[in-house]
């Protein structure tokens, strides 16, 4: 038995994610992700753990557990329904060494740095710099970051922290929802940052396109290639099944090519592709070939993408090198993780 397995078995997941009193929350990650997470955090008895993402409060209890009685966890989510929720299990359960508190996570929690662990359970549009302030040196992150500006695009990142820079330990395929600024209602089914259109009816579809900066203030180029792989003119099987998403969405994003689209089609299955305002194609998750037409240039290179990645080997998210290029804009400073191959 580890330590991590230690902490894992003295805290019982169903008291925090089907509570009898406080009912069920959708505001969970998977307990094979968190172990996966906390396992490359490696936190120490008596560290200070910064948690983005309190959610169900369970994975702050095993962060406590392994803190011991000398460590703190700092624990911050915009619902201030779920820091409630979770305060209240800590305290049914005696856990006393988590502090839950309504915040953005974005901004980390300064009150109570410095940290020398920080996890996140959402992906931010990049790594701020306000987590590397708050870690001191030789400190670990571990956090889930987009690689495109795309929805779902994304590597859990394990990072550490040198003379107040990140440097990158490691990356491991995955991903968490979006972080928000403002709690979102349960059923949100349309990420929020990175959609170029949505079409509502009959359910919801939407295209991330990573050519926005080229399309109108209409989204006019958004709004057809959208169109196009809901009434798609051809559709073919991908011949080389099964096929590994993971893989083949991080190799698509480390092709660096701004028609790169991804799409949701009805609520029901994604898609990853090549788009343009006057073509479309992508493959689904099911492994299904949609395009505007048999003879769509968007289809042609799509197919050309697909067999560059066969002949690459469909390689595993940790076998790609990755950098952190920095990001001194205004709007929110830090650094852009890249995936190149």
């Known amino acids: 038995m580890t330590v991590l397995d230690d902490a894992f078995g003295a805290v019982p997941a169903p008291i925090y994610t089907h509570h009898e009193r406080?009912?069920?929350?959708?505001?969970?990650?998977?307990?094979?992700?968190?172990?996966?997470?906390?396992?490359?955090?490696?936190?120490?008895?008596?560290?200070?753990?910064?948690?983005?993402?309190?959610?169900?409060?369970?994975?702050?209890?095993?962060?406590?557990?392994?803190?011991?009685?000398?460590?703190?966890?700092?624990?911050?989510?915009?619902?201030?329904?779920?820091?409630?929720?979770?305060?209240?299990?800590?305290?049914?359960?005696?856990?006393?060494?988590?502090?839950?508190?309504?915040?953005?996570?974005?901004?980390?929690?300064?009150?109570?740095a410095p940290y020398h662990r920080a996890v996140a359970w959402c992906a931010p549009p990049r790594l701020p710099r306000t987590w590397i302030d708050q870690v001191v040196d030789g400190g670990r992150i571990v956090a889930c970051l987009p690689i495109a500006q795309l929805p779902s695009t994304t590597l859990i990142a394990t990072i550490t922290v040198e003379a107040g820079q990140p440097c990158i330990e490691a990356v491991t395929g995955g991903g968490y929802a979006q972080s928000t600024t403002t709690a979102v209602d349960d059923a949100l089914t349309v990420p929020g940052r990175w959609v170029d259109w949505c079409d509502y009816q009959p359910d919801p579809s939407w295209i991330a396109i990573g050519w926005r900066a080229d399309d109108d203030d209409q989204?006019?180029?958004?709004?057809?290639?959208?169109?196009?792989?809901?009434?798609?003119?051809?559709?073919?099987?991908?011949?080389?099944?099964?096929?590994?998403?993971?893989?083949?969405?991080?190799?698509?994003?480390?092709?660096?090519d701004p028609h790169l689209s991804l799409a949701a089609l009805r609520n029901q299955i994604r898609g990853i592709g090549h788009t343009t305002a006057t073509s479309a194609a992508v493959i689904l998750t099911d492994a299904t070939l949609i395009a505007d037409s048999p003879d769509s240039p968007s289809l042609s290179i799509l197919r050309d993408w697909l067999e560059q990645w066969e002949r690459a080997g469909r390689p595993a998210a940790d076998s790609f090198t990755t950098a952190l290029v920095p990001y001194h804009g205004g709007d929110f400073p830090g650094w852009d993780l890249r995936a190149f191959y």
């Open 219 to 256: 989204r006019t180029g958004a709004r057809s290639a959208l169109n196009h792989l809901l009434h798609p003119g051809h559709t073919e099987t991908y011949n080389r099944q099964p096929l590994d998403w993971r893989s083949w969405h991080t190799y698509a994003a480390a092709l660096g």
């Open 22 to 112: 406080y009912g069920e929350t959708v505001h969970r990650s998977q307990p094979e992700s968190i172990r996966r997470e906390l396992a490359a955090l490696q936190v120490r008895a008596g560290d200070r753990v910064l948690e983005i993402g309190t959610g169900s409060g369970y994975s702050g209890a095993i962060l406590a557990n392994l803190c011991g009685p000398r460590g703190r966890v700092i624990s911050v989510d915009i619902s201030d329904d779920l820091v409630r929720r979770a305060t209240a299990i800590h305290a049914e359960r005696e856990v006393t060494g988590v502090d839950c508190h309504v915040a953005d996570g974005l901004a980390g929690y300064p009150a109570a």
